[in-house]
């Protein structure tokens, strides 16, 4: 990947002339933001997570960032979701809540599949800022059709089979860093008449065996690594509190907008950063 200059973020330089490296707990609060906020607002925490550091010549967050990061945003959607989780221990006695686990474990099959069968080329696309950009573009384009789409009225308790299969093949596409999970499976969930709400609702109970999946799988190469920095931490906290104050945002602005703004900025971000990198 080409970089821009000299690192801006970096705790491992410093900038040749003279700049002074910015301290490690602030590059880690830096990440957790980015992370914490672009992993569940539909703009693409992957897409971000390539662009941001092409586009300022900056260097990409390091393995155990990443790991611990996901850890933030676990939490997150964790306590944001607590009761539905809580719900869903009762699954002998509750027929809703029996077919809500079902509908997660259908979803996560697709996802599951694809991430475990084209991890090699999904390396790649890392390696390729300008299709990242490109996918950024395509996600604004499928949440401005997604705007087209009538309002649905059916809670995720009504989900059926189907709606699994397609909201899980939606999460698989958005493996592609640059397209977002949530802005292709809140779309897709609407798609196949759930409410908006609803819809986004199945959308982030479907992202916490994916991103508890993806921080796995980090947190074991980083355990053949090496440790991590107690710095971290700071970045886990703040992406812990911008995840769920991006969950919260956008469950709000989706009862009353839907996601036009989103859509908007995917395009734009996405146009302005193939132009440039």
């Known amino acids: 990947m080409r970089v821009f200059g000299e690192c801006v973020l970096s705790r491992h330089t410093a900038a040749a002339a003279g700049t002074a490296t910015v301290p490690p707990v602030l590059t880690a609060a830096f990440w957790g933001l980015i992370q914490g906020l672009t992993e569940f607002l539909p703009i693409s925490s992957s897409g971000h997570l390539v662009l941001i550091p092409e586009l300022l010549g900056m260097d990409e967050p390091d393995l155990a960032t990443s790991a611990l990061l996901h850890v933030g945003t676990l939490l997150a ?43 090699g080329p999904i390396e790649i696309v890392l390696d390729e800022p300008w299709i990242v950009a490109v996918a950024l573009i395509v996600t604004g384009l499928v949440l401005a059709v997604g705007l087209l789409l009538t309002q649905g009225t059916r809670r995720l308790e009504q989900g059926r089979p189907g709606d699994a299969v397609v909201v899980g093949l939606a999460q698989a596409f958005a493996l592609v860093p640059g397209i977002s999970r949530s802005g292709m499976t809140i779309t897709a969930g609407i798609a196949q008449g759930l409410d908006r709400v ?74 302005v950063a193939y132009l440039l990198v």
């Open 198 to 271: 609803q819809a986004a609702r199945y959308a982030f109970l479907l992202a916490i065996p994916a991103i508890a999946g993806a921080g796995l799988l980090e947190g074991i190469k980083l355990a053949d690594a090496g440790g991590f920095e107690p710095s971290l931490l700071v970045g886990v906290a703040t992406a812990a509190i911008s995840g769920y104050v991006a969950i919260s945002f956008l469950i709000r602005l989706l009862a009353r907008a839907g996601m036009a703004p989103f859509a908007a900025y995917c395009i734009v971000f996405g146009t």
């Open 77 to 119: 959607v964790l306590w944001y979701y607590r009761s539905d989780l809580a719900r869903l221990t009762h699954v002998r006695s509750d027929p809703e809540a029996r077919r809500i686990l079902a509908l997660l474990a259908i979803g996560t099959i697709p996802a599951a599949i694809v991430g475990i069968t084209l991890d």
